[in-house]
C-alpha cells in the first residue's frame, strides 16, 4: 500500500487491498440491485459501486471487511469513485490485517494515559474528581481506541482521546488568563464530554451510528451516565448537575446537536475549546493533502469553505 486509493487520480487503475467502512444497498434505474461501498486504507476513503450485486455479495461484502479490488479511478460529481472490476475477500494467506488500513491519532497512546493521568491528578474537588474516575473506570479500554467521530474531525483510531488531550491542553493554556474559570469543572467536562461516543458507535476500525447511537445519541447517554455513576457513589450536590450541565451545552446551539445552551462560563468555554479542536482538526486535515498555492476540497461543515494553503 505505498500508493493509497485516495490519491490516485482519474483515469488510474487500482489493484490492492481496501477495508470495507460502509456498504449500502440499492436499485438502479433498471431494477436491478447494486451496493454502494465505502472502501478505506490509511490515505483515507473512496466510494464504489458493485454494479448488479447479488445476495451472496451482500452476505460477503460487510463493513469491516478486508477485500482485494481492481478496478479504475473515475469521476462522479466532482468526486474521485472506484469502479469495481474484481472483488473478493481477502484472506489469510493475503498476510493482511485490519490495523494495517486504520489512521491513528498522530500522538502516542502512553503520552495521552500519561497526560490524562496527570490532570485527574489534579484535579482537587473530590466528588468530581470520583466520578470522572468512575467512569474512565468503566469505559478505559474503550476510550483510547475509538475515534471521535465518523467523518468530519478526530476520526481516526484513538481520536477520541486525541481530541480530549489537545482540548485539555488548550484549557491548560487558558488557565493563567482567566483564573476565575473552576478548572476541576472545565477539565471534567473535556474529559466526559464526547464519552458517550464509545456507545454511540459501533466500532473503531469502521465506525457507523448504533442503535442506541441513533435513538438516543452520545450527549443524553453521558448526562444518563453522570447521574448514576454519581448514585453509585453516594454523590450529591451541584457538580453532578453542572457536569451533567457542561455534557448537554457542549454543542453550544439547539440546532447544532445541544439540548441545552451554556448558561455557566465553564460551560461556554468547554464549547469553544470543542469548536477550536475540531475545527483545526479538520482545516490541518485538509490542508495536508494539498501543495503550496493550491485549495482545499470543501470542508462542509466549515460552510463548505475551501482553504489556501499559502507558499509562504
Avoid: C
Avoid at 491519532?105 to 466520578?131: C, G, H, S, W
Avoid at 467521530?149 to 493554556?173: C, D, F, P, R
Amino acid at each position: 500500500m505505498t500508493q493509497g486509493v485516495a490519491n490516485r487520480e482519474v483515469g488510474d487503475q487500482f489493484e490492492g487491498y481496501l477495508l470495507i467502512k460502509s456498504v449500502d444497498k440499492g436499485v438502479a434505474s433498471n431494477g436491478k440491485p447494486f451496493l454502494t461501498i465505502v472502501f478505506r486504507d490509511l490515505s483515507g476513503e473512496i466510494e464504489a459501486k458493485l454494479w448488479e450485486a447479488a445476495k451472496e455479495d451482500e452476505e460477503t461484502f460487510l463493513a469491516e471487511s478486508i477485500v482485494h479490488v481492481q478496478g479504475e479511478i473515475r469521476q462522479f460529481r466532482g468526486k474521485h469513485q472506484l469502479n469495481i472490476r474484481q472483488i473478493r475477500l481477502a484472506n489469510e494467506m493475503d498476510g493482511v490485517r485490519v490495523e494495517d488500513f486504520i489512521e491513528k491519532a498522530p500522538v502516542d497512546l502512553e503520552e495521552m494515559k500519561d497526560y490524562l493521568t496527570q490532570t485527574i491528578f489534579a484535579l482537587e474537588n473530590p466528588n468530581i474528581q470520583r466520578i470522572v474516575r468512575q467512569i474512565l473506570k468503566k469505559y478505559n479500554d474503550d476510550v483510547f481506541v475509538y475515534p471521535a467521530a465518523t467523518k468530519n474531525h478526530h476520526e481516526y483510531a484513538s481520536g477520541l482521546m486525541h481530541h480530549v488531550i489537545s482540548m485539555l491542553k488548550i484549557a491548560q493554556s487558558l488557565k493563567s488568563l482567566y483564573p476565575d474559570l473552576n478548572m476541576d469543572l472545565l477539565y471534567a467536562g473535556i474529559i466526559l464530554h464526547d464519552i458517550g461516543k464509545v456507545k454511540e458507535l459501533s466500532s473503531p476500525a469502521s465506525p457507523s451510528y448504533t442503535l442506541e447511537g441513533k435513538m438516543l445519541g452520545h450527549i443524553s447517554m453521558m448526562v444518563e451516565e453522570i447521574k448514576v455513576t454519581a448514585q453509585e457513589l453516594g454523590i450529591e450536590g451541584e457538580e453532578v448537575m453542572l457536569l451533567q450541565h457542561l455534557v448537554l451545552s457542549h454543542h453550544g446551539k439547539n440546532e447544532w446537536g445541544s439540548p441545552k445552551t451554556p448558561i455557566v462560563r465553564e460551560a461556554e468555554m468547554l464549547h469553544q475549546i470543542d469548536m477550536i479542536d475540531a475545527k483545526m482538526n479538520m482545516m490541518n486535515r485538509a490542508l495536508e493533502k494539498v501543495e503550496p498555492g493550491e485549495f482545499t476540497d470543501r470542508i462542509f461543515p466549515m460552510e463548505n469553505r475551501q482553504f489556501y494553503k499559502p507558499t509562504i
